[in-house]
Nanobody, 126 residues
């Protein structure tokens, strides 16, 4: 059974840091495109970062560039999102996603990902 299980969310003061983890089972991250998304209830989902499975390139949306870092430990089949200098507007439910298809075009539309985590709440207080 394929699963992505997230952890690491919580409540933090503005300016603080959190590290989200996403552990995969049932497939490997080798050559997988992996990404992080977030969503505030009642608003559209926002793609924030990915690592391309084809060339390892990383992308960040402007709102998190310079503050968030995406990484993965393929030996542990776990991906991470290090979030620094958090702002109240970063508050959302965060989701990890993965596509093991090496031919997929990496992006943040959402449809390119086959597997999704259950989400973890991040709340940043001012």
């Amino acid at each position: 059974e394929v699963q992505l299980v997230e952890s690491g969310g919580g409540l933090v003061l503005a300016g603080g840091s959190l590290r989200l983890s996403c552990a995969a089972s049932g497939f490997t991250f080798d050559d997988s495109t992996i990404g992080w998304f977030r969503q505030v209830p009642g608003k559209e989902r926002e793609g924030i970062s990915y690592i391309s499975g084809s060339d390892g390139s990383k992308y960040y949306t402007d709102s998190v560039k310079g503050r968030f870092t995406i990484s993965s430990d393929n030996a542990e089949n776990t991906m991470f999102l290090q979030m620094n200098s958090l702002k109240p507007e970063d508050s959302a439910i965060y989701y990890c996603a993965a596509s093991p298809d090496p031919a997929v075009v990496a992006g943040l539309w959402g449809l390119e990902y086959d597997y999704w985590g259950q989400g973890t709440q991040v709340t940043v207080s001012s």
